[in-house]
Nanobody
Framework: QVQLVESGGGLVQTGGSLRLSCAAS????????MAWFRQAPGKERELVAR???????AYVDSVKGRFTISRDNAENTVYLQMNSLKPEDTADYYC?????????????WGQGTQVTVSS
């Protein structure tokens, strides 16, 4: 079982930066694929970024070059550094985990943190 708690959301102006954190419980954190999803009002949830246990990363095209996902296995934490924020990045951001890339769906979810980018 993995419990995930996000933090770091807030209100920021266009062009600003935020760093989201996701603290995970569980001794096997380092083995999990970790991801950040987001859901804007009236839109479907989308995968923003993910990082494997080996540190391999992937991003949705709309955030490439602006967002960076990273993990600190010693601290059981995954981060999402968000730079050059745009109003369209406004959403609730969720941390998620699954055992490996072969698992089709993410198994564990945090409660979410809100990010609002003002124009």
């Amino acid at each position: 079982q993995v419990q995930l708690v996000e933090s770091g959301g807030g209100l920021v102006q266009t062009g600003g930066s935020l760093r989201l954190s996701c603290a995970a419980s569980g001794r096997t954190f380092s083995n999990y694929v970790m991801a950040w999803f987001r859901q804007a009002p009236g839109k479907e949830r989308e995968l923003v970024a993910r990082i494997t246990s080996a540190g391999n990363t992937a991003y949705v095209d709309s955030v490439k070059g602006r967002f960076t996902i990273s993990r600190d296995n010693a601290e059981n934490t995954v981060y999402l550094q968000m730079n050059s924020l745009k109003p369209e990045d406004t959403a609730d951001y969720y941390c998620a985990a699954k055992a490996n890339l072969l698992v089709p769906k993410y198994t564990f979810w945090g409660q979410g943190t809100q990010v609002t980018v003002s124009s």
